[in-house]
């Protein structure tokens, strides 16, 4: 006797007569929240708004990213018309991304977050290690 197979089903579209409802399980914004938390689709977005960018100036900009991840992400990001992927036939084949207008609104959304995470850094670290300091006296 085998493992039994879980068959995942496509996401079902919302009926027309709802609005969106973000706490709705089955609402289809929550995989536009499930990419707007994702660091890579995050970092992809922050630096496509400066410009257009080759794949390989990407993956040297983004600290810690494997080729695979970024490949994934930015192939995400293109379906959610977030980003745009333009081929120049040349040998060795050119690839450029640019951010849509779609995706700079969104930009203006996760910009802000990061500078509040560069802002506010020292701050959530402080409250890390009292907290660390806290649980280790409770241990």
């Known amino acids: 006797m085998g493992e039994p197979r879980i068959i995942e089903l496509p996401p079902q579209p ?13 609402c289809p914004t929550r995989r536009v929240l ?9 970092l992809i977005l922050i630096l496509l708004a400066d410009g257009t960018k080759r794949f390989n100036v ?16 930015l192939k995400s990001l293109e379906r959610d018309g977030l980003v745009s992927r333009k081929v120049i036939p040349t ?7 640019s951010i ?22 020292a701050a959530v670290e402080a409250a890390q290690s009292r907290y660390d300091a806290e649980a280790g006296r409770e241990a």
């Open 34 to 42: 499930d990419r707007v938390g994702d660091k890579w689709a995050v």
């Open 58 to 73: 990407l993956r040297r900009m983004i600290g810690g990213v494997s080729q695979k991840m970024l490949s994934q992400t």
């Open 91 to 97: 040998v060795p084949v050119t690839v450029e991304y």
């Open 14 to 26: 919302l009926p027309k007569d709802l609005p969106p409802d973000v706490f709705a399980a089955d």
């Open 100 to 121: 849509t207008p779609l995706g700079r609104t969104l930009h203006q959304a996760v910009d802000a977050l990061r500078v509040w995470a560069e802002t506010h850094i």
